[in-house]
């Protein structure tokens, strides 16, 4: 007899009936990702036929029997993963002796882990991680050494406050994975780790591991992933990992690592990802530079001195290279230029001179580049403007002069991406460029003064012709413009706008975005105003302000921004909107002084759904947003969400449901239909809602490095969901030792799962807004049920 229930939205709620005990010929019981309490009755493990068992991911709570009457089952598969189950782990488990798969990680054990588990002969895998288990003198490890089929053991996360055993030699040489971190594990690590020929993913960071790393790591020849990251290890590397022909992860960081890198290093071929960063190391040899298939290199905050040669531009496949906080000196090699993989660079915090290479411009992928708190000299190149995906940006504290590029990514950056670099000019924030022809020609100031005094007698002239024609045209049908107005005050003139932002300072900059600028504003009547100054010289500027207007002067939500009023003339057009103490849902969900709760994100993205369901479903005329992110939802003082930026939206005329563009919105969080044949729909804002989840519940950006072709934001959540969700949740919100970590735990996985429905590739097996919104309310509420 077989009892399973298939993955859907809905769940299974209540307890688990004692009677399930009567059912004598059970053989497999699959109850998990429900939302199941109580106990779990004792009687189930009295059915000698049962076999596989997982009530994984429920709200079970109370204890194991420990009687020796029970577990005298045929069971092979134990998975009781993520409940609130505590007690001590039954010794009697062992009279399932057949039991080959125990998971009883994220659970509330306690007491010691049972030597008895030795007597399972058939064990293969051994899960009980996230526990609050003990082993005095680690001694589960010479139990463990009569399971000759043991394959993964992943202890992480317990108490263990103990010393790694020399027996620990004595383990099945089958064993592949070994995790044991934040076990408080003291001492260092035992020689005898070698005799584990076909390890695979040795893992012990965040302990307290001292000595160096053990030579007899080099006897693995089949490791693949080395994580001893978060300890005290000291002295240099010992060159025989060069000899390691699978290795491809290395992570040591935030240790005490002396001395050179191993000139062998060029040998290990296999090596995708370095993680040397945070220790003491004093050089890199030059034979690390022929690493092709390198993806990764981070050795920040160590002691390198020299320079960076130019055979750096070998690294072709690298997408991280981090060498900041080093003292490292000469010029930036031009072959940087050759690392068209690249998407993160950072040189800061050397003591680089010369300048910035031209070839710096021919990085397509490039996504980040710091080269602050450098001795940089020269002038930024233009060819800067070209890198289309150019997110972030910072060549501060430098000696830079001349002016800023203006076009590409630099219509996005702050002045804090320039600042310490007294003789930059130009650019949409810093100081205009003084040139000889405009500051020393007496002629073209007093034409300056005739085109300006005649300009400004054509505007009054104008203004009074308006007026006329407007009282003896009263019945006229309004322009778009004029429409707009009837909506909000009186509009606010230039000369009032610059005052209220001091001239545009940039301590009054709140962002930037595609076509404009955000400024506070405080104005004399006492009232503080956020103020959007489009910059026409952006094509699809102009376009943008219309369509915002042509969305705000009817659209009227609680959850929208609302506008006060505008200013607008041939060559100025501005937006006053509601201002937003708390900034934007982006800067809180990274930036590491600012931090969103449980709920909180809840109410936000609820607050989001809101004003979506109304957009699509709660006016006339059917609205698309098209650039739904995090940068566009602004927080009030009592960090309610607005959702703002309408300058992309689309509305669809009566009968439509689908229209077409030839503007992309921000990669990362468009749909696919969107992204490639610039199909708009509801379905859209659904999907970049669903990416919208993702981020706020995993704190990981769609564009995240770790992210490529061959993985993508839905994809990783997809293959963690329902598996492991507590491998991908922001560790904020899910640390194990904080209050409620199982009812956290359940309330994002099915937020996470719900973000899934809303991102599917099909667009018409994505959820609306109505479903969406009803769904996420829901979630709220079983989990303030708890």
Known sequence: ???????????????????IGNLHKLEILYLQFNQLSGSIPEELFNISTLAEVSIARNSLSGSLPSSSGYWRTNLELLNLAGNNIGGVIPTSISNSSFLKRLYLNYNKFSGQIPNSLGDLRHLEVLVLSNNSLSSPHLSIFASLASCTSLIEIKLENNPLNAALPEYIANLSTSIINFYL????????????????????????????????????????????????????????????LCKLPELGLVDLSYNRISGFIPSCIGNATSLRNI????????????????LKDLLVLH????????????????????????????????????TVGDLQNLLYLSLAFNELQGSIPDSLGKMISLESANLSNNILSGTIPKSLESLR?????????????????????????????????????????????????????????LLLIIL???????????????????????????????????TTPARISYIEIERATQGFDQCNLLGSGGFGTVYKGMFANGMTLAIKVFNLQIEGALKSFDAECEVLRNLRHRNLTKVISSCTNLDFKALLLEYMPNGSLEQWLHSDDRFLNMIQ???????????????HHGYETVVVHSDLKPSNVLLDEKLVGYVSDFGLTKLLGEGESIAHTKTLATMGYIAPEYGSVGLVSRRCDVYSYGIMLMETFTRKRPYDEMF??????????????????????????????????????????????????????SPNERLNMIEVLANIKKIKLEFLCK
């Open 452 to 486: 300006v005094s005649l300009g400004a007698a054509v505007m009054v002239l104008g203004s009074i012709i308006v007026f006329m024609l407007r009282r003896r045209r009263n019945r006229n049908i309004p322009t778009q413009a004029e429409s707009f107005a009837t």
């Open 275 to 290: 993680y040397l960063n945070s220790n003491r190391i004093t050089n890199i040899p030059m034979s690390l530079w022929s």
């Open 389 to 445: 995906y150019l997110k972030n940006f910072n060549v501060s504290f430098n000696r830079l002069e001349g002016e800023i590029p203006s076009e590409g990514p630099f219509l996005n950056f702050t002045s804090q991406s320039f600042m310490g670099n007294e003789e930059l000019c130009g650019g949409l924030l810093f100081r205009p460029c003084m040139t000889r022809s405009f500051h020393h020609s007496r002629r073209s100031k």
């Open 299 to 334: 050795l920040s905050n160590n002691s390198l001195v020299g320079s960076i040669p130019p055979e750096l531009g070998k690294l072709k496949a690298i997408t991280s290279i981090i060498l900041s906080r080093n003292h490292l000196s000469g010029s930036i090699p031009s």
């Open 708 to 761: 490529d072709e061959n993985l993508s934001m839905r994809s990783w959540v997809c293959n963690s969901v329902p598996a492991m969700p507590e491998d991908i949740i922001d560790v904020t919100l899910m640390e194990p030792e904080k209050t409620h970590f199982q009812e956290k735990l359940h309330c994002v996985s099915s937020i996470l799962e719900l973000a899934l429905h809303c991102t599917t590739e």
């Open 181 to 240: 971190d934040r076990c408080d594990i003291r001492g260092q690590i035992p020689l005898g780790i070698g005799n584990l020929s076909n390890l695979n993913t040795l893992s012990l960071s965040r302990n307290d591991l001292t000595g160096s790393v053990p030579t007899t790591l080099c006897n693995l020849h089949i490791l693949q992933r080395v994580n001893l990251a978060y300890n005290r290890l000291s002295r240099p590397l010992p060159e025989c």
């Open 601 to 615: 994100r809840l109410d936000i993205m609820i607050d989001v759904a809101f004003a979506l369901e109304y957009l």
């Open 1 to 19: 007899m077989v009892i399973g229930v298939p993955f859907v939205l809905h769940v299974i709620i209540g307890v688990i009936p004692r009677e």
